[in-house]
């Protein structure tokens, strides 16, 4: 094909995320069972079964689900791209296909965080269902703030997203351990979303450092969305720490991609 005659860059972009899409469809059964597992275990466990035994009280559900949620995002978004690109820059070059295409590289790099996006929405969107049904009535669930929860669900994937490309270039396959063993899991406890930020106030020097972690900022801009009675962060404070942190995690993410692409 002549120059002239080349798929414009938007095009091309477009056929790249309808083929994942497609993928994705296709994979779904398998997506929701490696994503959901972990959360679905969480709410039964702490959100079900403790609570029937009066091991914790029947309101902590409201502190519970918030985080269970911004787990769930934050899981689904920075594994599907993550994990795919530790082994699409392994031996076998996977990639290859990708940056063969006539578009830029930072633009492929951004579909795939755009496709990593989606399926930590989707996680999202089907944990908050299932949620409520283990769990039964939730004392202070107010589903009504509709516009802030889309935001911190969208913003909190892109972000997870961008890390997850930063992390899947960064780190070669023989350590992919370490990555869930000292981000991941440190992340996920770490990430007040089994408890409130506010909830640090006894121990203020952790309070501040893991202002570090963006499953804060996820988890808290949460709570503000659906329920509001707990404690939370400002929604500006959140959005604001978000849209930092998907600057940040994009800038690093597309460098080591494209490094690692010219390599």
């Not at 283990?134 to 935001?151: F, H, R, W, Y």
Request: aromatic share 10%; net charge positive; glycine share 6%.
């Amino acid at each position: 094909m002549s120059t002239d005659e080349a798929l414009p860059p938007s095009e091309v972009f477009v056929a790249m995320l309808r083929r994942d899409i497609r993928v994705v469809r296709r994979e779904l059964a398998f997506f929701l069972v490696r994503t959901l597992m972990q959360p679905l275990l969480f709410i039964t466990t702490f959100g079900f079964l403790l609570p029937r035994m009066r091991l914790f009280p029947s309101s902590y559900t409201t502190t519970l689900l918030p985080g269970v949620l911004a787990i769930s995002l934050a899981l689904s978004a920075v594994q599907s791209v993550a994990l795919p690109m530790v082994s699409a820059f392994g031996i076998t070059r996977e990639i290859e296909d990708r940056l063969l295409a006539p578009v830029p590289t930072r633009l492929v790099a951004l579909e795939l965080v755009f496709v990593g996006a989606v399926q930590g929405m989707i996680a999202a969107a089907v944990v908050l269902p299932l949620g409520r049904l283990i769990m039964g009535p939730i004392p202070g669930l107010d589903l009504s703030q509709v516009p802030e929860l889309a935001g911190v669900t969208v913003l909190g994937a892109a972000v997870f997203s961008a890390l997850g490309l930063w992390l899947g270039t960064a780190i070669s396959a023989q350590h992919i351990g370490l990555m869930f063993s000292f981000i991941i899991a440190p992340m996920l406890f770490l990430g007040c979303a089994y408890y409130p930020w506010r909830g640090l106030d006894t121990v203020p020097v952790l309070q501040y450092v893991v202002l570090l972690n963006p499953l804060v900022y996820v988890s808290e801009g949460m709570r503000s969305a659906v329920t509001p009675s707990v404690p939370h962060m400002s929604p500006l404070a959140v959005f604001s720490a978000l849209v930092l942190m998907l600057s940040f995690f994009w800038w690093r993410g597309l460098r080591t991609f494209e490094r690692r692409a010219i390599g």
